[in-house]
């Protein structure tokens, strides 16, 4: 009963957050960085910012994530941090021999105003840079955003770099997928190579963050976007942007700079939403849906009617990342689920507001932006008990406290596996999402039945 104290009235807070239901916009900058092939994420700031970026994706993939610091003392707290990156950058390229870097700023670096752009001409023209190597960056101070806001910030910095127009146009379509788990962007690259579609996905994690263990360590695992494919984005024919905060930034600078046209989507997350994303592979590679693929929809259509007696009616609340939770209420309402309130600490602004509305009902409570907090959920949760939470791992305490099932999902998932292997996106992530809803459902059930109604087929 960790959070017992939670009152149940609600009082407006302006001045102090309890529990923020974010990260740091660094660690979704080192998440994406992760998804270039042969890339070292660097954190611009003191070891002790880094330390936390990297402990959060390794305990939530449960593998080792490599990153370097700037290793800020007070000296570069006062005088600025030039020194300590370009020192970092010599030594980055002669110990580790990564192909890029890829440099997030931290709040203390944001705060003293370092130049990065200057201090990385200053590494080349000082020639820390050895011929062939590549150093990227991007903003991202965590006062101002989330780590959603960091990954799309890094994404936007890999379009801004690397991505080129030659004036030849190639047939493929890229894929920005949006803050999602390996597994998912594995599963949106098979459902394109499914289509029969080239596609450039980035970033991609898929073979980074979730490696095989073969006995030996690898620095730099083979999977990743390479820096040729993410040049070749300027020459695609179209851009999927999958999720408006995460992928948007990225598409519509790409739009700008390299003429690549864009349509932006939500998450292919529920049936719904992946109709629409296959939907759009189709008419923009001009191909047909493949019957393997028609497969696959037909038993997610299968399971949702042969369940959906225990879908109906249940109330819901949900607390994430803003691209995850429009999907996701679209799917829950699909299935007839009730969705009493939907809390994220990412500023995802009026549409998105407006979005969740739209998809759930006038009736739904939506809170976004940065004071938004954990602590207002259970407040909100003890005002109307709803039958399911999804969230991450930091949720379990209020469910605990409230004895409601959680499902988790998002980031950071600490107490659980599955999610880099197991995607959620696509048919076959939304068989996976249904099973674990049914199984929350049903062992909810099981476990307050009385004797007499306790029944082997339900
Ligand atoms: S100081 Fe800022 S960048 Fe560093 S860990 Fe905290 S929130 Fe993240």
Redesign the pocket.
Known sequence: MLLRHTPETITDRSALTINPAKT???VGAMYAALGIHNCLPHSH??Q??CA??RSALTRHYKDPIMATTSSFTEGASVFGGQANLVESINNIFTIYSPDIIAVNT???SEVIGDDLPQIINKARADGKIPPGKTVIHANTP?FKGSHVTGFANMTSAMVQYLSERSGKKIPQINIIPGYVEPSDMAEMKRISLEMGIKSVLFPDTSGVVNSPLDGKFHMYPKGGATMEAIKSAGDSTFTLALGRTASLPAAKLLDTKCKVPFECLDLPIGLSATDTFVDCLRKTAGVSVPESLMVERGQVVDVLTDMHQYFFGKKVALIGDPDHLVSLAQFLTDMDMEVLYVVTGTPAGPKFVRRIRELTGEKTIVKEGLGVDMFQFHQLIKNAKPDLLFGNTYVKHIARDEDIPLIRMGFPIYDRVGHQYFPITGYRGALRLLEKILEAILDRQDRDAPEESFELVM
């Open positions: 740091c916009q660094p700031g003191s002790g910012c936390y970026h931290t709040c203390l965590s």
